[in-house]
C-alpha cells in the first residue's frame, strides 16, 4: 500500500494545529513536525495526534527547516502543510488514486486562501466568493487561490528550494519529473489574521526577501516577490519599481511582472510610462481582467475616456462581476459622450444591487460631470440612505451639492446624519457652521452634535 507522509514546520501554532491534524490524521501513515521553538503547546499538541516531533533550530530559512522535517520522513509521498492550513472531506476521496500514479512526480495544488473582505487580492487574482466546501470556513467571505507544489513523491533529489516562498517545484521539474494537477484543495487561514500579526509577518518575508535575492541574483521570481511586499504592504513604489523592473530583465517573458511594473509606475503618477509597461505584459501573454482595468485607469487619468471606456469594457469580458469595474466602465462611458448608454447601465445595476457603495459613486460623479447637479444631489442622498459605514466625506459631499442649489434644510440634514455617525467629527463640525452660516443661520441655531 502507497504510503504518505504529512511534513511540517511549526512554531507557537496552538490556536491551528488542531483543526489541521484532524484533517489529516486519518490519511497520514506518519505525520512528521518539525518545531522551531514553541513556547505554547504546540508540542504537546501535536503529539497527542500522534505526530513525530523533532527540534530544530530557527536559522531564518524556511527551505532549510521543511528540508529538516523531510528528511525524517519515510512514506513514499510526501504532503506539505502549514499549521493554519486544513483539508477538507474530499481529500481522502481523490488522494488514493494520485498517489498510485506512477508517471508523476508531484502536484501542483490549488490553496485557497481566505480573507476578511471580498475586495482583497494576491498577485493580480481576484477573490472568489466562499462556497463554504469546508463548513469551519464559514465565517470568511471569500478567498484567494494560487498553486503550489504540495503533494510529491520522496527522493532524494528532491528537496525544498528558496529561504521563502519555498518550494520542491524546482527540483522536481530539474530532474524531469513530471507534474500533475491535484484535484483536492489545501484551506489556509493566514491571511486572515490581525493587523499587528501581520505586521510581523511582512518584516520577517522582508528581510528574508532580501537575503533570497542576494543568494540567487538571477532568480527573476525572488525579486519579483519582495517587489510584491514592497508594493502592497509598504507601499515603497521606487524600490518596488527597481524590483520589478529587475525581474523583467532576468526575465523578460515573465507577463505579471511587467503588469506588477506598470502598476507601481502608474500608481507614481506616469501614466503614460505605465501604459508602455502594461502593453508589454499583456504582449508577453498576461491577458488578465486587472491589466486591462490599470490600462483604463491610465487612459481616464490621461483624460482619454474612450480609450478608458474601451479597456473597461476588455477588463469586464475577461472577469465580470466586479461592482467597482462596472461603475469605472459606465463612468467612462459617460465622459466619452455616451451619456444615456452609461447612465442607464448605472441605474440598472443600482436598482439590482442597491447596496453597493462603489455604483452610488459613480452614478453621482457622472451626474456631476454632466452638470446635473439636483440628481446628484438626490443621488448622494440614496447613497446615505443605502450605505452603511461611510466616511465623514460622503455627508459632506452631500450637503455641498445641496449648497450648490441652496437647498439648506437638505444641506443641513445630510451633515446631521453624518455629525450622529461621527459626534464632534472637526470637519463635520465645520461645514455644518457654513452651511448654517450661508443660510443666515445664528450661531446659537446651528445644530450641535457631541
Not at 49 to 70: M, S, T
Not at 215 to 227: H, I, R
Not at 364 to 370: D, P, S
Request: net charge neutral; charged share 20%.
Amino acid at each position: 500500500m502507497t504510503t504518505l507522509t504529512v511534513s511540517m514546520i511549526v512554531r507557537d501554532a496552538q490556536a491551528h494545529l488542531p483543526a489541521c491534524l484532524a484533517s489529516v490524521k486519518p490519511l497520514a501513515a506518519e505525520i512528521v513536525i518539525a518545531d522551531t521553538g514553541s513556547v505554547d503547546g504546540t508540542v504537546a499538541i501535536a503529539e497527542e495526534f500522534g505526530a513525530r516531533v523533532i527540534h530544530i533550530p530557527w536559522k531564518n530559512d524556511f527551505a532549510e527547516a521543511r528540508n529538516c522535517a523531510l528528511a525524517e520522513a519515510h512514506g513514499e509521498w510526501i504532503l506539505s502543510l502549514d499549521a493554519d492550513e486544513q483539508l477538507d472531506a474530499t481529500a481522502a476521496g481523490a488522494l488514493p488514486a494520485m498517489l498510485g500514479n506512477k508517471n508523476s512526480a508531484g502536484y501542483q495544488v490549488v490553496i485557497r486562501n481566505y480573507v476578511n473582505s471580498p475586495n482583497e487580492r494576491i498577485w493580480d487574482q481576484a477573490p472568489k466568493l466562499n462556497d463554504c466546501l469546508l463548513p469551519s470556513a464559514s465565517a470568511y467571505p471569500a478567498f484567494v487561490e494560487h498553486q503550489n507544489v504540495r503533494l510529491f513523491r520522496r527522493s532524494p533529489e528532491v528537496y525544498f528550494v528558496g529561504r521563502v516562498h519555498e518550494s520542491v517545484g524546482p527540483r522536481i521539474e530539474a530532474i524531469g519529473g513530471v507534474l500533475s494537477q491535484a484535484n483536492f484543495v489545501i484551506h489556509h487561514f493566514g491571511l486572515a489574521v490581525d493587523e499587528t500579526t501581520k505586521a510581523r509577518k511582512n518584516h520577517m518575508y522582508r528581510e528574508m526577501g532580501r537575503q533570497k535575492i542576494q543568494e540567487f541574483p538571477k532568480d527573476w521570481q525572488a525579486f519579483f516577490e519582495l517587489g510584491l511586499l514592497e508594493l502592497e504592504q509598504y507601499k515603497n513604489l521606487p524600490e518596488a519599481r527597481t524590483l520589478f523592473s529587475r525581474a523583467c530583465d532576468l526575465n523578460p517573458s515573465a507577463g505579471v511582472a511587467w503588469f506588477f511594473l506598470g502598476l507601481s509606475i502608474f500608481r507614481m503618477g506616469y501614466f503614460e510610462d505605465a501604459l508602455n509597461f502594461l502593453r508589454q505584459a499583456e504582449h508577453a501573454g498576461h491577458r488578465t481582467a486587472l491589466v486591462a482595468e490599470t490600462r483604463g485607469d491610465a487612459h481616464y487619468n490621461l483624460g482619454d475616456f474612450e480609450q478608458a471606456r474601451t479597456s473597461y469594457e476588455a477588463a469586464w469580458k475577461r472577469q465580470d462581476g466586479s461592482p467597482a469595474l462596472l461603475a469605472k466602465l459606465c463612468l467612462a462611458t459617460v465622459r466619452a459622450g455616451k451619456t444615456e448608454k452609461g447612465l442607464s447601465r448605472l441605474q440598472a445595476a443600482l436598482a439590482a444591487t442597491p447596496q453597493i457603495a462603489e455604483l452610488h459613486e459613480g452614478l453621482i460623479l457622472a451626474l456631476v460631470f454632466l452638470n446635473r447637479i439636483e440628481q446628484a444631489a438626490q443621488a448622494a442622498d440614496e447613497k446615505l440612505r443605502s450605505i452603511p459605514g461611510l466616511y465623514p466625506a460622503d455627508y459632506i459631499r452631500c450637503a455641498s451639492l445641496w449648497a450648490q442649489l441652496r437647498n439648506w434644510p437638505r444641506a443641513v440634514r445630510a451633515l446631521e446624519q453624518g455629525l450622529r455617525a461621527y459626534p464632534g467629527r472637526a470637519e463635520l463640525t465645520r461645514a455644518m457652521q457654513e452651511v448654517c452660516q450661508a443660510a443666515g443661520a445664528s450661531k446659537e441655531q446651528v445644530p450641535q452634535f457631541k
